[in-house]
């Protein structure tokens, strides 16, 4: 991948890109050559040469940005709608359970707007749009916080072994009390 956000670049990025080239055609204007237009706006000679042919063929509308590389599937307006349809929930839709997975938000888009989308283009959107991935926490109904906090209080406590002996430790394979020094020296 390109980049390791996981996407293009950002608006801001994509600004200043464009600000470096229009400066490229003002440079070509003036007819400076692409050494010194690649060392002046700190850029490589290759992408001044590729400016230049751009700017000699569609002036300087041809250096300007033309938005982000690739469109998302879904627009606002069908993103809104499948939120919609989320909310919802998976059992109205014809799942057993309450759980919404990545296969399963692609089938629903299968089937509400007839489209295809890989399973990591759809987390990538997702999580554009601020929807975070998340495990519910699977625990009895029955279960008393009170007793579990009481428990791991008092009697784990009792249970648990020090992690630390109290006297000093030795780290050699030839101590006496070691089962290779036992195996070795009988």
């Known amino acids: 991948m390109r980049y390791p956000q996981g996407g ?3 608006a801001e990025r994509r600004v200043f890109r464009e600000h470096i080239r229009l400066q490229a055609g003002e440079l070509f204007a003036l007819e400076h050559d692409n050494a010194a237009v690649a060392k002046q706006l700190r850029v490589s000679v290759r992408s001044v040469q590729r400016w ?3 700017w000699e063929h569609g002036g300087t509308s041809a250096l300007e940005s033309q938005g982000p590389a690739s469109r998302p599937k879904l627009s606002e307006a069908l993103f809104e709608v499948l939120e919609q349809e989320l909310a919802k929930g998976p059992v109205a839709h014809g799942w057993p359970d309450q759980t919404w997975t990545l296969a399963r938000i692609k089938t629903l888009i299968g089937r509400r707007f007839h489209k295809s989308m890989t399973l990591s283009a759809i987390a990538q959107m997702l999580h554009r749009h601020g929807f975070s991935h998340q495990v519910p926490a699977r625990r009895a109904i029955e279960r008393d916080e009170e007793a579990v906090s ?3 209080k008092e009697t784990w406590l009792q249970v648990e072994t020090p992690w630390r002996r109290s006297g000093p430790g030795c780290a050699s394979k030839t101590r006496p009390g070691s089962r290779w020094a036992q195996s070795r020296f009988p």
């Open 52 to 54: 230049r042919q751009a």
């Open 150 to 152: 009481g428990w791991v």
């Open 8 to 10: 293009g670049l950002t």
